[in-house]
Structures are given as structure tokens and as C-alpha cells.
């Protein structure tokens, strides 16, 4: 058996009796499930090119694939809110010019931010027939750089190679900054560029950071907070509640979501993010540097988001829904490419990536 260990939380599946929204899912909808349209939403910096391996093989036997190109390449450094109008707006013109070929609904995949980007895109859109959703190393809850050995590497390239590309020098200086000071000093710098009000919602790159002093980051109404539906609403604000209520109930429109990850991922930290844990939070910025040894990664059903159900996950776990995959030795970008991460030290192929765990997700995505 492939070690993708399909965690299928509160209701166990399998492929030949799967669950549909509470429903035994009987052998023709299964069939429906393998033969739904996909749209396909790229990562940072990226374009819809890039999913020419996914589009080869799934166009080979017939499937329907549109790889999405609203926002590529530097447009794709802009802040999330205006990317998730944008890819809207490109889906219901695809979808309105063809509508019988949409007419049992469709899937969507995400690689990356990409992949957050989809789940906010099926929070906010009203309208959406999205059946299954699938997340390819997506930092669902954020990135936080925390003290997992895998973390370090993650944060190198960030602080090295990919931080400089992205983030203007007048805004953060990375070559300030060495290896030595990995273990919260170069954390607790970024988290007041996190809190900084007048970057939130500014740079794409900074609607992914999560920062582990919780309280002051709802403050600033992040882009994360709003997708995790964890924002802040005063009690007068009445329409604040009916956006939350209405990304939740948009949200277990869906049939089914998997969620991708791999401990050898050299971009997500902490990689269970891609899982849906996160780190544990501090009560202030000092507590980062400080404190910084004491974190710890809480699994899905640890976290608030879970446990107060606030988007829709364990209403969706209840339902038979939530998969969560943790596949080894995949690096970040190998679900879509050959990729050898940037260390050097592991060299990962697409084609077997995709066999093994992404294929029979597509096939049959309302099954574990």
C-alpha cells in the first residue's frame, strides 16, 4: 500500500462506499465524481503553464482543464482580496459560456497559495457548484517559521533566495539578517511587518504570514483571518456577521476537500499547514524571540478553527468530507513539476507524485 496515510476524520470511507454530504455515494456518482471539470490555480509567481503536466494527463482521458491565468506571473504578488474578485469573475465567464459542461458542478485544484486562494475564492462566491476541492501543499493556515528542524530550512530560503525577490528591501531587509538568528530574532522582525497595519492586505506575500500573537494580528483584519473566518466583528457590525455566516455556509457547498502535504516540503512551515495545523500562539511580540523553543504545532482538530467550527471544517468532518494527506518525500512543487528542492538533497518526480497520490484523488474525490 502507498504511503499517502489518509486521515478521514470522524467518519472512515473507502473507495467503494463513500460519502456524499451524510449520503452513501453510490458506484454512478462515483463515476460523476471522475468525470467533474477542473479548474486549476497556480502559486506565487507562477502561471497556468506550469500545470502542463496535470493538464496532459487529465485531457489524455477526455477530462475537462482549465488552468486559470486571471493573475500570473508579479500579478500574482497582489494582495489575495484582489485575486480572489479576479479569479471569480474568469470562472463564471468560462463557466456561462459553456454551461452544460458545468452543469454537475466542477473541482477545484490549488498548489500553494494557489490553493488558499481556491478555498477563499469557494468562501466568497455565492454562486459556486464547486463539488471537491483539492490542496496541493497550500498554507491553509499561514506561514509562521517556528523552531521544527524543517521550519529552518524553509526559513533560509525565505531569508536567502525567495524573501529578497518578492519583498522590497525599504520594507524588509533580509541581508541584515544570518542563520544565527533563525530561532526568533529574525521571526519576531518579520512578525512586526505582519502587524504593521498599513501592509496588511497590501502584498500577497504578507496575506500568507500568520502571526502567532493572535490577538493583535485579528486586529489588523487580515486576509488569512477573514479566509479561517476568525476575523474580528464588533457587535454592532451586523454585516461582518452575515459575511462570516455566509463564507461558512458557502464553504459546506462542498461535497469534499483534500489536503495535501509532505515534511519535505522546503517552502510551507510549518508544513502541517498544508494539513491544516498551525503553530501555538504567544501573547506578545517578545514572547517570539523569548519564548521561541515553546512552540508547538497543534493538529487540525487541535486548533480553534476546528474546534469552533468556524469556516466549516468539522461540520464537513462530520459529514465524511475532510481528508487530510501526508505524503513523504514531496517537494513543494513536485505535485505539479520535477522539483529538487532548493538544498539539493532530495530530487522528487511528478509522475509518480501524481500516480501514487494526486490521480486517485481526482478519479474519485468524494472517497479517502
Excluded at 91 to 118: E, N
Excluded at 304 to 324: C, H
Aim: hydrophobic letters at 40%.
Amino acid at each position: 500500500m502507498a504511503r499517502s496515510v489518509s486521515l478521514v476524520v470522524i467518519l472512515i470511507v473507502t473507495i467503494t462506499s463513500c460519502v456524499v454530504s451524510g449520503a452513501i455515494q453510490t458506484s454512478e456518482q462515483q463515476l460523476n465524481g471522475s468525470k467533474l471539470p477542473i479548474f486549476y490555480f497556480h502559486g506565487l509567481a507562477g502561471a497556468a503553464t506550469q500545470a502542463e503536466n496535470l493538464r496532459a494527463n487529465l485531457t489524455a482521458e477526455g477530462r475537462v482543464f482549465h488552468a486559470l491565468t486571471f493573475c500570473e506571473n508579479e500579478c500574482s504578488l497582489r494582495p489575495l482580496r484582489e485575486q480572489v474578485q479576479l479569479a471569480i469573475t474568469q470562472i463564471s465567464s468560462i463557466v456561462s459560456q459553456s454551461k452544460a459542461t458545468f452543469a454537475d458542478g466542477y473541482m477545484f485544484v490549488g498548489i500553494s497559495q494557489g490553493a488558499l486562494l481556491a478555498r477563499a475564492v469557494i468562501e466568497e462566491w455565492d454562486d459556486h457548484n464547486v463539488r471537491a476541492f483539492i490542496s496541493l501543499a497550500g498554507p491553509q493556515n499561514g506561514l509562521f517559521y517556528g523552531p521544527q528542524a524543517t521550519d529552518f530550512t524553509c526559513l533560509d530560503i525565505l531569508a536567502t533566495i525567495y524573501g529578497p525577490q518578492v519583498i522590497d528591501a525599504t520594507l524588509f531587509n533580509f541581508s541584515m539578517y544570518t542563520s544565527a538568528d533563525y530561532s526568533g530574532k529574525l521571526q519576531r522582525a518579520l512578525n512586526d511587518l505582519v502587524l504593521n497595519p498599513e501592509l496588511q492586505n497590501q502584498y500577497a506575500v504578507f496575506d500568507l504570514l500568520y502571526s502567532p500573537v493572535r490577538e493583535m494580528w485579528l486586529a489588523g483584519n487580515p486576509f488569512l483571518a477573514a479566509a479561517s473566518n476568525i476575523n474580528s466583528c464588533t457587535p454592532s457590525d451586523k454585516d461582518c456577521a452575515k459575511a462570516k455566516q455566509r463564507r461558512r455556509s458557502n464553504f459546506l457547498k462542498l461535497h469534499a476537500a483534500h489536503f495535501f502535504g509532505s515534511p519535505q516540503d522546503d517552502f510551507i512551515a510549518p508544513w502541517q499547514s498544508s494539513i491544516l495545523g498551525h503553530y501555538t500562539d504567544v501573547g506578545t511580540t517578545e514572547q517570539i524571540e523569548t519564548s521561541f523553543s515553546s512552540f508547538k504545532v497543534l493538529t487540525m482538530q487541535q486548533t480553534p478553527e476546528y474546534k469552533q467550527d468556524t469556516y466549516g471544517l468539522k461540520t464537513l468532518a462530520a459529514r465524511g468530507g475532510i481528508f487530510l494527506h501526508e505524503a513523504p518525500n514531496v517537494g513543494h512543487s513536485c505535485w505539479i513539476h520535477d522539483y529538487t528542492t532548493f538544498d539539493g538533497k532530495l530530487d522528487c518526480k511528478f509522475q509518480p507524485v501524481y500516480d501514487q497520490y494526486v490521480y486517485p484523488v481526482l478519479r474519485f474525490p468524494f472517497c479517502g
